[in-house]
């Protein structure tokens, strides 16, 4: 059973942020929180993870609470190119081969 | 750069033929994950291989899934006298040992009548 709880859908304007929760209350101690996406007609593409500090890369920032239970991933500004299910994941670093995927939120920028 | 191909990217398959789905991992990536995708749901996990051993099946749905990846490179997922049930998209995964991460291919849809 997936580790994580995600609303099923989300939308947001272009060129604003969106802002993708993601609670994970059951979380570990040595459990990283991961993000992908799909895109229609492609496999998930990797977008960030991070431990319990917060994550910045090129693609987006992940916010993690300071208790862990919850998290967020913000595209800053949305395209329409990010249109796509987002899946949170939880997992060990040393386990990730047997990602645990469950529902993600389906994305929609709009125009 | 090159990233998982899989092949064929469709298949459509009468029930009860066998099928043969092929997986290119990223040169030099040690593992390799199957997974499989019902329409509206997240990919859940098959079987995972470590070069050519393949230390978890746990996810094989049946008796009728059987992957092999004899030269710890190419990896063949075969699925006997296919069901209508099988009919979903099957992504292939890679990475490099203990990488945190596998890139994914683009997946074949296969589609049992």
């Given at each position: 059973d997936a580790k994580t709880t995600q609303p099923p859908s989300m939308d947001c304007a272009e060129g604003r942020a969106a802002n993708l929760p993601c609670n994970h209350?059951?979380?570990?101690?040595n459990e990283y929180v991961y993000w992908y996406r799909q895109i229609h007609s492609q496999g998930p593409q990797y977008i960030i993870h991070g431990l319990k500090n917060n994550e910045t890369n090129e693609m987006a920032s992940l916010i993690i609470t300071e208790d862990r239970k919850s998290s967020t991933l913000i595209l800053p500004h949305a395209t329409l190119r990010d249109t796509a299910v987002y899946y949170c994941i939880v997992d060990r670093m040393d386990s990730s081969y047997k990602l645990i995927f469950g529902s993600g939120t389906r994305l929609l920028v709009r125009p | 750069g090159a990233g998982v191909s899989q092949s064929p990217r469709y298949k459509v398959a009468k029930r009860g033929q066998d099928v043969a789905l092929r997986c290119d991992p990223i040169?030099?990536?040690v593992s390799l994950f199957w997974y499989q995708q019902a329409l509206g749901q997240g990919p859940e996990f098959l079987t995972y291989f470590q070069n050519e051993a393949?230390?978890?099946?746990?996810?094989?749905?049946?008796?009728r899934f059987f992957a092999e990846r004899p030269e710890g490179s190419v990896s063949t997922l075969k699925i006997q006298?296919?069901?209508?049930?099988?009919?979903a998209v099957y992504l292939c995964a890679s990475s490099l040992n203990r990488q945190p991460h596998p890139f994914f291919g683009p997946g074949t849809r296969l589609t049992v009548l």
């Open positions: 209350s059951t979380i570990s101690g | 040169s030099g990536h393949q230390l978890d099946k746990s996810g094989l749905p049946s008796d006298r296919t069901q209508q049930e099988d009919s």
